[in-house]
């Protein structure tokens, strides 16, 4: 079996983009990078720009769009989002989209990929399954809720990317204005620490080898704390007092958790 790849450029209130690397080249998810630090970072991880086979947008905010008009001047790739994310930003309007509904499904680079609705106050929030030569990636972040359909489209991935965005005792304490904390907690906000450590445990199987925790708030969470509380959450032993990773281990089964970074590119084989 050929696995499929998950290289994350950067994750979290200032920009986030992430790349499938698949049978047939990458497929990026989200633009929210400038060019030149989507290339920079690429490099990085020794991946090029002329292998990225097509784009899938999650939703419209700022930070998974901002780079993609630039991005796409100088790509000639198909760019796929749901009726009406792109189409609703005026700068964006104009890029060749291909548009589908959220439950589509897409056939990309040599990989199947499952769409999903998430919940986020945009127009038309989705999450992504990608499976490939049997093996999968779940992607799902932005989203306050995760409903059956989602649950049932991510359950056993043997990569998972799931949102852990705030601690709410952090989040309360905090500097952030009442209304923008009330947004953050609504279930068309970002998942917290516990949501997602709840998710965890209906969605990670024997198959999980790789839990990512995304989207991490750099102002009302840690990442030690996104670890532990998924670890807490699914029986894993903390490596290390400093919380940055965890493991599990039943039988010949392991599974690994880590935060991603907001400026820490990184690959997940």
Not at 40 to 57: F, I
Not at 102 to 131: C, E, K, M, W
Request: net charge negative; glycine share 8%.
């Amino acid at each position: 079996m050929s696995r499929l790849h998950l290289h994350i450029l950067g994750s979290g209130s200032k920009g986030n983009c992430a790349l499938i690397e698949g049978p047939q080249g990458l497929i990026m998810v989200d633009g929210g990078l400038s060019r030149r630090e989507t290339l920079k970072r690429m490099a990085e991880l020794g991946l090029s720009a002329d292998d990225v086979s097509a784009l899938v947008v999650t939703h419209e905010h700022s930070d998974h769009i901002k780079g993609l008009e630039v991005w796409c001047k100088h790509w000639n790739g198909p760019v796929f989002s749901s009726r009406g994310t792109l189409t609703s930003k005026e700068s964006l309007a104009h890029l060749p989209v291909e548009e589908f509904d959220p439950g589509d499904t897409l056939s990309i680079a040599g990989v199947h990929i499952q769409t999903y609705s998430t919940s986020h106050d945009v127009v038309n929030p989705v999450g992504y399954r990608f499976d490939a030569q049997g093996d999968s990636i779940g992607f799902a972040t932005d989203t306050g809720a995760l409903s059956k359909h989602a649950i049932d489209t991510l359950k056993d991935c043997r990569i998972l990317a799931l949102e852990s965005n705030h601690d709410v005792a952090m989040l309360r304490q905090g500097d952030y204005p009442r209304f923008l904390q009330e947004r953050i907690l609504s279930v068309k906000g970002h998942l917290s620490n516990d949501q997602a450590a709840d998710a965890a445990r209906a969605l990670v199987t024997d198959r999980t080898e790789q839990l990512i925790a995304m989207h991490i708030s750099q102002d009302n969470n840690r990442p030690s704390l996104t670890v532990k509380s998924y670890a807490s959450s699914l029986g894993a032993t903390l490596d290390n007092e400093l919380g940055s990773a965890a493991t599990r281990v039943e039988g010949l089964h392991k599974l690994t958790i880590r935060p991603a970074g907001q400026y820490r590119p990184m690959t997940i084989q």
